[in-house]
């Protein structure tokens, strides 16, 4: 049972993450770096709002249990705001870096797009922010041990499961949106973006009403899916192309008969 | 001095050079491989003087086109040394078991009344460890400077054969423990004696890429994980930081130990090619291209070099200092091999006339790393992974840190072109990162478990 939850769940949070990864970012040696970077930038990001949250927890009453959830709210929202905040950091520095690669190379063409960029950033804070929410609870479910013995709730790993999916595909397609709002200077899609980040994260505050919690999730996960798929520079007619096997770019880039 | 990024990026040595007579005589002899990375520009046509300034520009560029791919080669082996430590210290207990047995160079032990003495008795440890270092790496300088190679071969030989036999049966007898697994001695004795053999031949001698290339990451994982087991836990960190300000100190330093060794090297034009440095690929004609033209080559190595091609980046048996300080301490294996990591580190970076030949593509161009370097970070990562309550958040969080250190490394590398020690910023990184993961970011994301908080 428990090495079957594990798997289980493994397989859930982080499956079409690592496809992902293995199919468009493992081949290319730049890409793999850039989200390493990204990770590093969510990573230091998380330790600046736990740093502030630590602070405020010590000079709290520690005993009043409706402050320390107060102060977990405030932190979860704080750490919310940083990630947008280290996101947007991260941007500034790609561009720097793209314009001082292309002043340098022969080329005329950027080893690497903006919008790649985009994606693999977004995907690198993905990874980190589904590893740490998760990978604690993954070690645990293999057990020993017994779900829900006091009363909690009996769905705690898979639900941690799909959400931690949620997440990372979130972070993703909130990353290709963000830096292509940055690119317009869409202000607008900027916002819109750190507020469904909020949102996403507030309704986790439901918990364990899980229908609360993911449902909206993954209502705002195909929404964003739906713009970062428009951001990216798809449309219905290329995703009709692409699904019957029409699209004759696509067949010649991979030298496939029609 | 000499250009360093030569050995992580692909410039090939003979562009960057300091003599453009030297670059001269390089086009000259392989005129094929300068066409392609001087981007078809006919070697003849340009003056010395005027090579050395397009050198650099095209340098930048193939610096930046092929440092990426560089820096992949080096995470790879890095990450996969560091999970073997993670995954032996999650399931063997063996290695996170305290015996009480300490290395004799950390004598003052840490199970003290007052914190005050621990901190004190622990500092006393570093010191002793580092100082310990510090005499073995003079001690190679000498040695190295008075040209007794034969005797560092043999130390590096032999201790190189008890890290192969005599660490690995400990480590396999305790993964057959953990497992429960029964094993006979003399299926044993099979095991572990083509284990051993096999190991030294394949990085002593040749041997196919990838297995010697496996077996130095195994070499690194044992090592690292002796030191996780009989270091204690306040001496541990304390050499870990020690040894970045020191090997900053001997890189950087005039007088440094390491900066006299690869001055020393790069003088004699010799190629010191430790047996114990991880590469990418394999490097052929060892030092050949340059045994023909510049003259003051050593006259020992360069007859013997001409008949051996390599085909494990280590094919340096006999001939020149084919010794990595590395093994010199490990030999003694409670040595750091910091002062391995380092001297290796400088060797990888000292190599101006490893060449490929002129076959060679210029991303195939390898990446040199010195295993101590190995040994250090994974020592770090296991550590975390031992010790940490924040358990697997900082594992991964030391990780990352000390790939992102990795990456700054080589950058720098690539905009300053000189010797730069690789460990400081990499563990410096990653002591920040242990410390405030398993302090700050512990009880936040535990809270955060707890009531199934997302972030």
């Not at chain 1, 209502?219 to 428009?230: E, F, N, T, V």
Request: overall charge negative; hydrophobic content about 50%; glycine content about 6%.
């Amino acid at each position: 049972m428990t090495v079957a939850v594990f798997f289980g769940c493994t397989f859930i949070a982080f499956g079409p993450a690592v496809a992902l990864f293995v199919f468009t970012i493992a081949r290319d040696p730049l890409r793999v770096i850039f989200l390493i970077a990204g990770a590093f930038f969510w990573l230091v990001s998380l330790l600046l709002s736990s740093l502030v949250w630590f602070i405020t927890v010590q000079i709290s009453n520690k005993n009043s249990a409706t402050q320390q959830t107060g102060l977990l709210i405030f932190g979860v929202v704080l750490s919310v705001l940083l990630q947008e905040a280290f996101r947007y950091g991260y941007y500034r520095l790609l561009k720097k870096a793209n314009e001082g690669l292309l002043a340098l190379s022969q080329e005329d063409t950027m080893p690497i797009s903006i919008r790649q960029l985009a994606y693999v950033s977004g995907l690198g804070f993905g990874f980190m922010s589904g590893a740490f929410s998760v990978v604690n609870i993954l070690s645990d479910s293999l057990g020993p041990g017994t779900v829900g013995i006091h009363g909690d709730p009996q769905h705690y790993f898979i639900s941690s499961a799909f959400m931690t999916l949620a997440i990372i595909l979130l972070h993703m397609f909130w990353g290709v949106v963000f830096f292509e709002s940055c690119e317009r200077q869409r202000w607008w899609a900027l916002g819109a973006v750190v507020i469904s980040h909020l949102v996403v994260s507030c309704v986790t505050f439901v918990n364990p009403h899980y229908q609360g919690s993911l449902i909206p999730t993954y209502i705002i996960l195909s929404i964003m899916a739906a713009w970062a798929y428009l951001c990216a520079g798809g449309s219905l007619r290329n995703l009709k192309l692409c699904l019957t096997c029409k699209d004759k770019d696509f067949l010649l880039a991979n030298h496939r008969p029609r | 001095v000499f250009d360093l990024s030569q050995h992580f990026l692909s410039v090939p040595p003979c562009l960057r050079s300091n003599d453009g007579t030297e670059v001269n005589r390089h086009t000259e002899t392989t005129p094929s491989r300068n066409e392609v990375e001087l981007n078809g520009q006919p070697p003849t046509a340009r003056p010395p003087q005027v090579l050395t300034d397009s050198e650099e520009d095209e340098d930048e560029e193939l610096t930046l086109k092929y440092g990426a791919k560089h820096v992949i080669m080096l995470f790879v082996p890095v990450t996969l040394c560091m999970v073997v430590v993670v995954a032996t210290i999650k399931s063997v207990s063996f290695y996170t078991q305290k015996d009480g047995q300490q290395l004799i160079y950390t004598p003052f032990r840490e199970d003290t009344e007052t914190v005050g003495q621990r901190a004190l008795n622990s500092m006393l440890n570093a010191f002793i460890m580092i100082g310990v270092i510090l005499v073995m790496t003079l001690v190679l300088v000498v040695l190295y400077k008075y040209r007794c190679y034969k005797v560092i071969q043999a130390w590096l030989f032999f201790s190189n054969l008890l890290l192969l036999f005599f660490f690995s049966l400990i480590y396999l007898g305790e993964v057959f423990k953990t497992y429960n697994v029964a094993m006979d001695y003399f299926t044993l004795a099979v095991i572990i004696w083509n284990f051993g053999v096999v190991g030294m031949i394949c990085i002593h001698w040749k041997g196919p890429l990838r297995l010697q290339q496996a077996y130095l990451i195994m070499i690194s994982a044992l090592m690292a994980l002796v030191f996780i087991k009989y270091l204690p836990e306040w001496t541990a960190w304390l050499i870990l930081a020690a040894i970045s300000v020191y090997d900053l100190l001997a890189v950087l330093c005039p007088k440094g130990p390491l900066r006299i060794l690869v001055e020393t090297a790069q003088e004699r034009n010799e190629t010191i090619f430790p047996a114990l440095i991880y590469s990418s690929t394999v490097v052929w004609l060892f030092n050949m291209a340059d045994s023909a033209e510049t003259g003051n080559n050593s006259s020992h190595p360069v007859p013997q070099q001409e008949n051996q091609v390599a085909m494990a980046p280590t094919a340096q048996p006999e001939d020149d200092g084919g010794f990595t300080p590395a093994w010199v301490n490990q030999q003694q294996h409670q040595l750091g091999p910091m002062q391995s990591s380092e001297d290796s580190r400088r060797e990888i970076q000292e190599l101006p006339s490893a060449r490929p030949p002129p076959v060679e593509d210029d991303e195939e161009r390898g990446v040199k790393l010195g295993l101590g370097d190995f040994i250090f970070y994974s020592m770090l990562v296991g550590k975390a992974s031992a010790t940490a309550s924040g358990d697997w958040n900082t594992t991964i969080a030391c990780f990352v840190a000390i790939l992102i250190g990795l990456c700054l490394t080589l950058l720098l590398l690539a905009i300053f072109k000189k010797a730069l020690p690789a460990l400081p910023i990499s563990i410096t990184f990653g002591l920040v990162f242990y410390f405030a993961t398993d302090n700050l970011v512990r009880p936040f994301m535990d809270q955060l478990a707890v009531h199934q908080f997302y972030i």
